[in-house]
């Protein structure tokens, strides 16, 4: 009887996870789809790429009954559009240097700015500590033309407009990371706290010893979106930054026409692989992080 | 209780500890006073190029201090948007620069930021203004909401222009000096069918303007900026995009098309294909360009160039688009000097610089009665601050020569032209109806208009 | 009251870094702007009261604007916090497929805006692929992309784009529920539906908390693909607060900008209030 039943529910399981396999297989279909499109386009020689998509440009003209479909193989294989970025036009990779420059301090400062303040904010007791969080989370909400006017000025006193810090900075302090972070810390029992206090931990050590390991998953999260976000960044740059051989990649893929379409898709999948390795590299804290919720 | 108030008053004395030593840092010592008074303006053009440099320099105690752009138009608007909203910026700004380009995008918006100052107060307290010596029809281009935030230096007026030579050959004819709709379009029609060549065009668009002017110049005013009403939505536009579509566009070229190469296969494209593989410019016949404004178009042959005012949509006047109006930001601190700098530069009789082309016929009576008289060869060319070498051309000369009164004026905004020619590009191309671009231009301006 | 006093303390030095930061470069400014729209102008800042607010509530771009900016919210919020829920519970087990899977949706996050925009020009433009599809079966060919198709385009690419984040998110909630939990509920033989009510859904109210107000963040943050895909002044139904600050940061409008801002704010404070009401009554467990 038992075994019968076993084998019941175990084919009952194998069914329910081919369902969820196959489900999870079209979604990452159709998640996937563009970047697929993109790597295989970014081997298609210039003039295919313009001729391809020359009726999204409106350079065509009169009455044509042609439509566009998908083109996932190009005519012809050519590897023209990578050796332009990397040898003809070397300025794509200081472009891309550029927003290397750019993002990597706002992501490790950010992890340390954060991980201080969360920690406060969520296990520390302080007067007006909520009503100071709220108002952290209305300001983050607003748009950043808003705060860009008086931003600009007093980048312009502090002498910053121009440099890089002009944009590091905000980035640094901006409270995305506090907000993720506290609500990951609140979800920490409070015995852990208690126990640590009763051993006679200092505040740094609760926070180092105790807090700290238990959030790992919960950084390499914070991580990997605070580089995703100012990796895409293009308003700021524009404005606070003067001189054009300073901005970051994110810039010129905003700004492609038709005549640069297979440079573009070529820049493109050179722009996605450092946020692939970084979430490849921060996954394993993700994993870990799971794996350690069965032990307390 | 004791250690709530002690933790927010250390809170406070931080945080205001930390913003005030970085207001500190920044502690200018303020320039001691010049002696001169300065002011700014932006200029487009490089310092070579740039035709007002009889005005820049110092005199009278006033400095003028430009700041040149190089052609980088785009550099020089970021610039100015950003620094115009920051309170910085220059003390005087102009509209167009460079013959036709628009320096400011949206003179209306710029106009309502509150960023100009109203110049009617300086003008009643200048005892040398004096009313009847400008255009007075131009000259009120420049006000809103009863506030006058623009003097405009110049205007022009939409024309066509060829040569008697090429209107013979082709058996056209045009009555007076301007056609009406009706015989606009009639010789559109005709051209399609009897043109000699399949290559010729009617009309080369220079810088695709045509479809705008034709617009601006018709009898209803479709935008009015100032009420804010806007009359895209109408039967009269409709069928003033119809006649676009159907006769005038058919026989009109760009200049890209002109330019373009074989990337496009279709054969009813060759016959623009051709014209630049034969590179004789007068195999076809070209008519463009504005009164009051040079072209350096190669394609004409300028010494018996005839001139004929845009035709109307409706068969309306005569309307003017000012160009290179003059305003004043609030930044500015010395804002008599720059009034008086402006007023200098209207008034002087300098309409046109060296070799630079002319751009357009001067608000100031007295100058433009001035540049008549140079044109009919009364006066010397220097007088009018032309070039000692240079003579005026076919084309020069019939400007001035034919310069008509305006009975209203026009404003030109190049956020509302290019919702214009977008919905038009997709109407021509037959993707939408003329109802619906008409229904999608009328719906994007008020948009505008509202913000 | 020594201890209290001494937690206090060390609450405030923890907090410092980002305490100070956050007041230069974003608490100041937002305060300062926030101000300029009682006023009349950036050099001049004469009081003019509530007139910005007044001339501000009769432009007809403005409650355009609110009104899809509100609608948006109200569609897509709940199902991108639906749809990456049930991504991130099939996905929080140890199946050799799983981190796979796990990188594949982080993927649209990844993308530059750029290719985005050209496959989705690609599907719905005039002369795309759907419609190429739909002249097959003598459908007329739409504009999707100029028409109120414009509104589900648009939450369908915000759901796309952003359901990976709200995934990660969730994960690193989920995993931090305590499995004895859920095997002390197996063994009261309670269902998985029961599981879920009781067990997930509480221990998750944090995280949903901050991923409503993340995806609403985001929400604002779709206009630079509306604006790529449809410049300043799209269809009707898309226009949102976003094209309207942004037309009229371009237009140097700095008072309707600021203005607009202010009402934005106070419509988030009153949304935040109470969503954290909400999360306190359910968050303590």
């Known amino acids: ?296 | 209780m004791k250690y709530k108030y002690k933790s927010l008053f250390i809170f406070l004395l931080l945080i205001s500890l930390i913003s005030i030593s970085s207001c500190n840092a920044n502690k200018k010592v303020e320039k001691s006073e010049t002696n001169r008074k300065e002011i700014t303006i932006y200029i487009l053009c490089s310092k070579v190029a740039s035709r007002y440099s009889f005005a820049l320099g110092s005199y009278d105690g006033v400095q003028v201090n430009p700041v040149y752009f190089d052609d980088n138009l785009e550099k020089l608007q970021n610039r100015l948007n950003l620094e115009l909203m920051v309170g910085e910026g220059p003390d005087v700004v102009c509209t167009t620069d460079d013959r036709t380009t628009d320096i400011v995008k949206s003179v209306y918006k710029l106009a309502s930021s509150n960023t100009l100052i109203d110049l009617n107060p300086f003008m009643n307290a200048d005892k040398k203004y004096k009313e009847a010596d400008y255009n007075k029809i131009i000259m009120n281009s420049g006000i809103y909401n009863a506030k006058r935030f623009f003097i405009p230096r110049l205007y022009a007026v939409p024309a066509l222009i060829t040569t008697k030579e090429k209107l013979d050959v082709n058996d056209i004819n045009i009555s007076g000096n301007r056609w009406s709709w009706e015989d606009f379009l009639n010789t559109c029609k005709n051209f399609m069918i009897t043109r000699k060549d399949k290559r010729q065009a009617l009309i080369f668009d220079y810088e695709g303007k045509l479809l705008i002017d034709l617009i601006a110049n018709s009898k209803t005013q479709f935008i009015d900026y100032s009420s804010k009403v806007t009359k895209f939505n109408t039967r009269d536009f409709i069928s003033l995009l119809k006649d676009y579509k159907d006769y005038i566009y058919p026989v009109t070229m760009t200049d890209t098309e002109s330019n373009e190469n074989a990337l496009l296969a279709d054969d009813n494209l060759a016959v623009m294909r051709n014209i630049q593989e034969t590179g004789d410019p007068l195999t076809y016949m070209a008519l463009d360009g504005y009164l009051g404004m040079m072209d350096g178009n190669a394609n004409q042959d300028q010494k018996n160039s005839e001139a004929y005012i845009l035709p109307s949509y409706g068969n309306g006047d005569i309307y003017g688009l000012p160009r290179e109006m003059f305003g004043i930001t609030s930044r500015c601190k010395y804002k008599q000097a720059a009034y008086d700098f402006i007023q200098n530069l209207v008034k002087s009789t300098n309409i046109n610089i060296g070799h630079s082309p002319i751009a357009g016929v001067a608000v100031y009576k007295p100058l433009f009665n001035l540049s008549l008289e140079a044109a009919a060869g009364k006066v010397p060319l220097t007088d009018i601050g032309m070039h000692p070498n240079r003579a005026l051309n076919g084309n020069e000369k019939i400007f001035f020569g034919i310069v008509p009164e305006v009975s209203d004026f026009r404003m030109n905004d190049e956020t509302v032209n290019e919702m214009i020619t977008s919905s038009v590009d997709k109407y021509i191309k037959g993707s939408i109806t003329a109802e619906q671009a008409a229904n999608e231009i009328d719906r994007k301006a008020k948009l505008f208009l509202n913000e | 009251m020594k201890l209290k006093h001494k937690e206090a303390i060390a609450g405030y030095i923890f907090a410092l870094p980002s305490l100070a930061g956050f007041s230069l470069f974003f608490l100041f400014p937002a305060a300062i702007s926030l101000y300029y729209s009682f006023t009349d102008g950036i050099g001049k800042s004469k009081f003019v009261g509530l007139k910005n607010f007044i001339s501000l509530f009769k432009s007809e771009s403005f409650l355009l604007a609110f009104k899809n900016t509100i609608l948006f919210n109200l569609v897509s919020v709940p199902l991108i916090m639906l749809i990456s829920l049930l991504l991130a519970m099939l996905l929080n087990n140890k199946a050799k497929s799983v981190p796979y899977f796990r990188m594949m949706f982080i993927v649209p996050m990844v993308i530059p805006v750029a290719s985005v925009i050209l496959v989705w020009n690609i599907i719905f433009n005039q002369f795309g692929v759907l419609n190429h599809f739909l002249t097959l079966f003598n459908i007329k060919p739409t504009d999707f992309l100029n028409t109120g198709w414009s509104f589900p385009i648009l939450v369908m690419l915000f759901i796309w784009k952003n359901c990976g984040y709200n995934m990660i998110i969730f994960l690193a909630g989920l995993s931090n529920i305590p499995k004895d939990y859920y095997e002390a509920a197996d063994i009261d033989g309670a269902s998985s539906f029961t599981c879920f009510t009781k067990i997930t859904l509480p221990l998750l109210t944090p995280t949903m908390f901050f991923i409503t107000i993340m995806s609403m963040v985001n929400s604002f943050k779709v206009f630079r693909e509306a604006y790529l895909l449809e410049g300043s002044y799209p269809d009707f139904s898309i226009y949102m607060l976003q094209h309207f600050m942004n037309n009229n940061f371009t237009n140097l409008s700095y008072q309707r900008l600021t203005t607009s801002a202010f009402v934005m704010a106070i419509i988030i404070f009153i949304l935040v209030l109470g969503l954290s009401k909400v999360e306190s009554k359910y968050g303590s467990s």
Request: charge should be positive.
């Open chain 1, 1 to 296: 009887m038992e075994r019968r039943e076993g084998m019941k529910s175990s084919k009952k399981n194998k069914l329910k996870n081919l369902l969820k396999f196959t489900f999870l297989l079209a979604v990452t279909i159709m998640l996937l789809f563009p970047v697929f499109y993109m790597i295989t386009n970014s081997f298609m020689s210039k003039q295919e790429a313009a001729n391809t998509y020359n009726l999204i440009s409106s350079a065509s003209e009169g009455n044509t009954n042609k439509m566009l479909s998908f083109k996932f193989i190009p005519d012809m294989v050519t590897a023209t559009q990578y050796y332009s970025v990397f040898f003809k036009e070397p300025k794509y990779l200081l472009m891309f240097w550029n927003s290397i420059i750019i993002t990597l301090p706002i992501v490790l400062g950010q992890i340390v700015v954060a991980t201080l303040a969360a920690f406060a904010f969520s296990k520390l007791r302080f007067p007006f500590r909520d009503k100071i969080f709220f108002i952290y989370i209305i300001v983050m909400m607003m748009p950043f033309q808003v705060t860009l006017v008086p931003n600009y000025i007093m980048l312009k006193e502090l002498g910053l407009l121009g440099k890089y810090s002009a944009i590091i900075l905000p980035g640094i302090f901006s409270t995305f990371g506090v907000f993720l972070l506290r609500q990951f810390m609140k979800s920490i029992p409070e015995e852990y706290m208690e126990a640590g206090k009763i051993d006679g931990a200092g505040y740094f050590q609760l926070f180092y010893k105790i807090v700290l390991p238990q959030c790992k998953g919960a950084m390499a999260s914070l991580a990997i979106l605070v580089f995703i976000d100012n990796w895409n960044m293009v308003e700021q740059p524009l404005i606070f930054l003067k001189d054009e051989s300073m901005y970051p990649l994110s810039i010129f893929l905003s700004r492609i026409n038709s005549e640069e379409l297979g440079l573009a898709f070529a820049c493109g999948v050179i722009y996605m692989l450092p946020t692939l390795l970084i979430y490849l590299y921060g996954e394993n804290y993700l994993v870990e992080g799971i794996q350690l919720s069965g032990i307390k």
